[in-house]
């Protein structure tokens, strides 16, 4: 008998989703599953959510959400043999993208039943599991202006890149050590990512890989408002290194600390987060996450 849990966010994407029992009776049958739904009703409910599961005895937990939801989930199942299934119903779906699970729910359901695992590298940043990305500077302040504009859809991504252009502010140097190197910067921007995707088919680390023990880094040293739109064409092209303040890094650790001690305003897996610590640590867990894929 399989155990299968599936946890819900309600509110990821549009909302509308077809996850409860009688649909899910059609995939599961009595005879060899048993089948748990939970929806999450608050910001880090899932977290709350998949602990119970784990002690329920769950076999494989299912994020059903976007990138947020699946950081709430997986980072319970980080280093346990329990594996995560993915119905991608967020709104980006960066990771579920980059791990080729289709956006179809029947389909993404079909490929849960194969349980077929493989592992894939955690990234952490402090005390905090990141699976897709992480930054501070301008995604941060993206996804800022995104979670207060209350919509969840391309456009609202779109109208708050602009927001953040705009206000956008060079008040703290950073020192970022990666790879053996040292770079002080006033950053536009510091990307961090496990993943090649960010969601609806951008990227700003195309060479990412989830299995390849090294973290992807793009550091964006001060630009223009204009340049800074130049450089939103460029990551459309899939080329956002072409600018000459962009530089590209491969490393399992990087370090970042600030010159003015203030807390740092970062993103991880698409929310934001603020981080009131000296500096900010990041490291690679390899191949610690069993995922369906
Ligand atoms: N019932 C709820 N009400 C409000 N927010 C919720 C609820 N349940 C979960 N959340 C929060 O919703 C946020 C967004 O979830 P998620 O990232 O899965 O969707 P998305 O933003 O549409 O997708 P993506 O990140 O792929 O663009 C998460 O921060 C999560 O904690």
Redesign the pocket.
Known sequence: MKHIHFIV?????SGNQPIHQKFLKKFFDEENYVVIIKK???????KILTKSSIAEGAHIIVAC??????N?VASCLVNTKIALGIIPL?????LASNLKIPKNIERAIALIKTASVKKIDVGCVNEHYFFSNTGIGIDAQVIRHYENSNE?KLISYLKSSLKALWSIKYKNKIRVEVNGQTIQTYPFLVFISNSNEM?YKISLTPMASLQDGLLDVLIVSKISKLKSLYFGFLILLKKPHLIKEAKSYQSKTIKIYQANHSVYESQID??FFTIDSEAINISLLEKSLHVIF
């Open positions: 966010n309600p509110v990821s994407g999450s009703d608050y910001k880090k409910h899932a959400g976007g990138d947020g939801t699946i709430e967020g709104s980006g779906n960066g969840r969601g698409g929310e």
